[in-house]
């Protein structure tokens, strides 16, 4: 099933809501998302009992393009994974020399999973990943290009499509050499999705309550948007 426009499922007021900086407007019918497991699935929170290094947590990025008609050929795409810690925590120390290199893996490749959406991709766009870490928030930042050698990709319009999907490997979540912090609460936030056709470039409104994702903890955390700066603990705090 696709997925429906609709306003936030935050547990505060809508009023509030509207008071971060950056909050898109849910009247938009273009718009960008996040979901666990599936393009479309509309899953929000991922609780992992991080007792296997099998597998992995996937989310997807998806958008459509209601008003603004076929959109497309390249896309950049900026996410940031804030946790709920003092320190980042071993198991998210994703970088060479780190306790989980390579953890993290980014596709635009079809997956049967995401069938309840549009697969736009005709010819597979080359990804350019960048990834940094604030150890003082403590945040990740992620960012993803990608580009269209051929100049042939379209989002086609009035649809949800699949963009792209991270992996989080659950490598070293158990036994001898097991990282610590698998358990540790994250809110994964969508700062921004643009789509390309040079000149052009349409930054996508970000769909209110879909623009986060919950790990190890409840949508109750992650469904409104924080402003750039915004730590764990100010996350926290409007919930109080």
Avoid at 55 to 81: D, K, M, N, W, Y
Avoid at 205 to 219: E, I, K, R
Wanted: hydrophobic share 40%; net charge negative; glycine share 8%.
């Amino acid at each position: 099933m696709s997925r429906k426009h609709r306003g936030s499922i935050a547990v505060i007021g809508l009023a509030a809501a509207l008071l971060l900086s950056g909050t898109p407007d849910t009247a938009s019918a273009d718009w960008a998302a996040l979901s666990w497991d599936a393009c479309g699935a509309e899953v929000l929170a991922k609780q992992f009992a991080c007792d296997t290094n099998v597998g992995r947590s996937r989310f997807v990025v998806s958008a459509r393009t209601e008003t603004l008609g076929p959109q497309g050929v390249h896309f950049e795409c900026e996410l940031e994974i804030v946790l709920a810690s003092s320190v980042v925590p071993a198991w998210w120390q994703l970088s060479a020399g780190e306790c989980r290199p390579g953890a993290i893996a980014y596709s635009a490749d079809e997956q049967p999973e995401d069938a309840a959406c549009q697969y736009p991709w005709f010819a597979l766009p080359s990804l350019s990943i960048g990834m940094s870490v604030d150890p003082a928030q403590p945040r990740i930042a992620l960012s993803v290009l990608g580009v269209d050698v051929t100049g042939t990709n379209q989002l086609p319009p009035s649809v949800e499509s699949f963009v792209l999907t991270i992996g989080i490997s659950h490598e070293k979540s158990v036994g001898d050499g097991a990282c610590a912090g698998c358990s540790t609460e994250a809110c994964i936030l969508l700062r921004r999705l643009t789509l390309i056709d040079y000149p052009d470039r349409v930054n996508m409104p970000l769909l209110l309550g879909h623009d986060m994702l919950a790990w190890q903890s409840t949508s109750a955390n992650c469904t409104v948007t924080p402003t750039r700066n915004r730590t764990w603990g100010a996350i926290k705090s409007l919930y109080r």
